[in-house]
Structure formats: C-alpha cells, structure tokens
C-alpha cells in the first residue's frame, strides 16, 4: 500500500496559540481550494514553529495536484489554482506574514510573498461605455436616480437608471433577460481586479431566450438563408455563440 504524501503549510506570522481560529478556517479554506481533489486532501494536525497546517495527500490524487501546483509556474496557471493563490496571499499580506508550502521531502514548492509582495499597479476610477445582460430583479427608488438591479448567473449587477427609462424598464420584471447599454465607472481593486462602481443604464434590448433548437428552426424557415444546407444548425449556433458542448 502506497504511503500518503504529506504537504505543510507554513505561515510565519503566528503560533497555534496566537492564530484565531476564524483566521485559521479562512486559510485552510483557500489551501483546501489550492489543492483540489477535496475527498482525497485531509488535514492531521496544526503544529508549532510558526502555525503550520499539515495535510496528507492520498496517492491516486498526487498527479493532479502536482499539475495544479505546476500550473502555477506557467503563463497562464488555472484559473481556480490562481485565484486561491492569490487569495492566500492577500491573507498573508493583511497579516503581515509571507507563507511557503512543503512537500513530503521538505522541499519549497510555493512561495507567497504576502507582505513582501509587490504592490499592484493601480489606476483611478474611469467612466467608459459598456452593455451589461441580466434579468431585471429589483427596480425601484425615490430619488430622481432609480436603483435598477440585475442577475446575470451568480453576479447581481447594480445599475441606476432615469424616472423615465425606470417606467420602461419596469414592465420587464422577472422576465426576460435584457441587454442594457449605458454609462460605466470603472477602477481597479488591490488584486488587479476592475470592479464597476456605478454603471447609468441609457438603452436597453431584449434579448431572445428561446432554445438554441427553436432558433434553429426560424432559421431554416427562412427562404434563402442557407440554413437548410447546413446538416446539425444547432451546434452551428452554439459554434457561433462560442458554447462548447459539454462532454
């Protein structure tokens, strides 16, 4: 039976009896993040020398991690890998500590320079023109400037609209999704992040949310238009669209 590999992680700001336990959930939260593979990460102990936060790896899951790990030395290391990365950092840096992760040999695998890193560049807030897509969820207000809320998957996007673009827009609620063009102020956050601060919608569209199929179908009802040529439209349409079948 193969041994189980071993990753520590090392934090050098606090001692398992200075690290509050909020604090140490968060880091052990993104680290889990890091690795991947969930069911097959498990933490053992938390030991002293700084906080170190021991986790054994089971075998079968070591080639993916290793490509996790990895991936971060790469131009274009994965996105979930990175984005836990970073978060751990920031952590780090809040906490005025830097933190390296060991494998089972003792080696350095990662480094996160925390509070040693250098700081992003960063811009002031700008406006720019922009289109944001969403269903209408949330309108309404007392001021001349409307709140106007859209949910566009798992992000809400909080707008502004006029008295008179807040009549038309309301007709639409929690109906189809819209298309909404405006005014956008934009800047960038400590993470290299942009994050829209105020975005004033000035026009809108609905969009069509009918089934790529029955799409299909208008299509190939149109005389001279092609589509009857074309073997599977759907997949077409989902070429065009840029979705990727799912596998």
């Known amino acids: 039976m193969k041994e189980r590999n071993e990753y520590r992680f090392v934090i ?24 991947g593979r969930s069911d097959q990460v498990h933490f053992v102990r938390l030991e002293a020398g700084s906080t170190v936060l021991v986790q054994t790896v089971e075998p079968e899951a070591m080639p993916e991690i290793n490509e996790r790990i990895q ?23 809040d906490d005025n500590a830097t933190g390296t992760l060991h494998e089972s040999g003792g080696a350095e695998v ?5 509070c040693e ?15 944001l897509d969403g269903v209408l969820i949330r309108i309404g207000g007392r001021d001349d400037t409307v709140p106007v809320h859209l949910r566009d998957g798992d992000r809400i996007h909080l707008c502004n609209a006029t008295r008179g673009m807040a009549r038309r827009l309301a007709v639409h609620l929690y109906g189809p999704t819209l298309r909404v ?8 956050d400590a993470d290299g992040d942009w994050v829209m601060k105020r975005f004033n919608i000035t ?8 089934p790529l199929g029955q799409v299909a179908q208008r299509l190939r009802d149109v005389d001279g238009s092609g589509w ?19 596998h």
Do not use: C
């Open 12 to 35: 050098d700001a606090f001692s398992p009896d200075t690290m509050p336990m909020s604090r140490l959930a968060e880091y052990m939260g993104e680290l889990a993040r890091l690795l």
């Open 71 to 93: 991936s971060l030395a790469h131009v274009n290391p994965h996105d979930d890998v990175f984005r836990a990365f970073s978060v751990l950092n920031r952590y780090l840096a």
């Open 110 to 114: 990662i480094r996160f320079p925390g």
């Open 117 to 131: 890193r250098t700081a992003p560049v960063t811009f002031g807030a700008f406006n720019q023109l922009g289109v």
């Open 181 to 188: 063009q405006g005014d956008g102020r934009w800047e960038r």
């Open 203 to 210: 026009n809108f569209e609905q969009l069509d949310d009918a």
């Open 228 to 246: 009857k040529d074309i073997e599977n439209p759907a997949e077409e349409l989902r070429h065009l669209r840029g979705i990727e079948e799912a």
